[in-house]
């Protein structure tokens, strides 16, 4: 049986004004993300992955097409369904960490299900399991200064996978990885995303990454294409 449609973006268009002129970053993108799979979205520089990843997360509104996130169309909903379902349903990683200085890997990863209402027990428990799965238990007291460039980044991914999301959204998540350590925090995540069934679309420039996952896309002419 076909898996679960988890993303599905049709007909999106988004442009930036830029003085007089507009520059039209996205022409029409059709795209769909299915659960359990881990797509990698490679294209040069400034064609618009990110641009991309902020409207498909619902960080960005599109100026047409329409994004549905778990079959649930997201336009013209209110700003609080939208943070809603992007705090629910969307992870977020990112080049750089950005984990809280102050607290410790694991009260990182419980920060957002403590948001979303979950008691501080189970909110541990989940950190922790996700700690473990992402094999690195035994740094849940340390704080993100005191950890490797590779264990931050699995830090933040497992805090973007913390509320069990459907999709997870990754913006050069090992841009700032020597090639040995972003392949070993590819290997975490890949096995997150088979374990749970999450969807995964990850910009990334490393190809080796890239032809690992289990399609390729690209931005060409402001629209995704198959790589
Ligand atoms: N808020 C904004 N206002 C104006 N222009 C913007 C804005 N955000 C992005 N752009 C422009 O849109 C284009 C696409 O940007 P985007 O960041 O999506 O590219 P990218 O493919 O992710 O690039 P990179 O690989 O360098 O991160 C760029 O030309 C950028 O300058």
Not at 44 to 64: I, N, R
Not at 88 to 115: C, K, T
Not at 172 to 200: I, K, W
Request: net charge negative.
């Amino acid at each position: 049986m076909a898996s679960r449609i988890a993303l599905q973006l049709s007909g999106v268009e988004r442009s930036y004004g830029q003085g007089e002129t507009t520059l039209q970053i996205l022409k029409g993108v059709d795209f769909t993300l299915r659960s359990g799979e881990i797509v990698a979205l490679v294209a040069p520089s400034g064609t618009g992955k990110s641009t991309l990843l902020h409207v498909a997360g619902l960080l960005e509104h599109p100026d047409a097409g329409e994004i549905r996130i778990a079959g649930e169309p997201c336009n013209g909903l209110s700003d609080e369904r939208r943070t809603a379902i992007r705090r629910a349903e969307i992870g977020f990683v990112y080049q750089f960490h950005h984990l809280l200085p102050e607290f410790s890997a694991i009260e990182n990863i419980m920060m957002p299900q403590l948001i979303s209402g979950l008691s501080k027990a189970e909110a541990r428990e989940r950190s922790k399991a996700l700690l473990d799965y992402m094999r690195i238990g035994h740094r849940a007291e340390h704080r993100p200064a005191e950890l490797s460039g590779g264990e931050q980044q699995r830090v933040a991914i497992a805090r973007a996978v913390a509320n069990a999301p459907m999709v997870l959204l990754a913006d050069e998540p090992t841009g700032n990885l020597d090639p040995e350590t972003a392949h070993y925090v590819f290997e975490a995540l890949e096995a997150l995303v088979r374990q749970s069934g999450l969807a995964a679309l990850i910009a990334t420039h490393n190809m080796e990454l890239a032809g690992r996952m289990d399609r390729r896309v690209t931005i060409s002419g402001g629209k995704v294409v198959d790589l």
